[in-house]
């Protein structure tokens, strides 16, 4: 099984820029697709960026297209969600998850991952 530990979060103001990092230990082979997704207060969680493991296209939400990019360093065992034009609705608690074998469901989807980390907070104040 996967461990994945976020790091990153923190505050900044509307505009500016935050990396977050997903390093993950254990079977990292076995995971097929990464994923991030965030959950501000009083609303569901959020599908933010998917891709599949060891590279290929990469899926975003609509709210973050053009501004966030996920990518990986498959050496480090490491996920990446780069973040630019941050704004103060992108304020949430990030999480990054694993998935593994086939689905359905898409990779926005949090059905499609079984594996969490305890996630990284991100504040962004106008």
């Known amino acids: 099984q996967v461990q994945l530990v976020e790091s990153g979060g923190g505050s900044v103001q509307a505009g500016g820029s935050l990396r977050l990092s997903c390093a993950a230990s254990?079977?990292?082979?076995?995971?097929?697709?990464m994923g991030w997704f965030r959950r501000a207060p009083g609303k569901v969680r959020e599908g933010v960026a998917g891709?599949?493991?060891?590279?290929?296209?990469?899926d975003y939400a609509d709210s973050v297209k053009g501004r966030f990019t996920i990518s990986q360093d498959n050496a480090k065992n490491t996920l990446y969600l780069q973040m630019n034009s941050l704004k103060p609705e992108d304020t949430a608690m990030y999480y990054c998850?694993?998935?593994?074998?086939?689905?359905?469901?898409?990779?926005?989807?949090?059905?499609?991952?079984?594996?969490w980390g305890q996630g990284t907070q991100v504040t962004v104040s106008s």
């Open positions: 891709i599949l493991n060891g590279g290929g296209s990469a």
């Open positions: 998850a694993a998935g593994y074998g086939g689905t359905l469901h898409s990779r926005l989807d949090a059905r499609a991952y079984s594996t």
């Open positions: 254990g079977y990292t082979y076995r995971a097929y697709r």
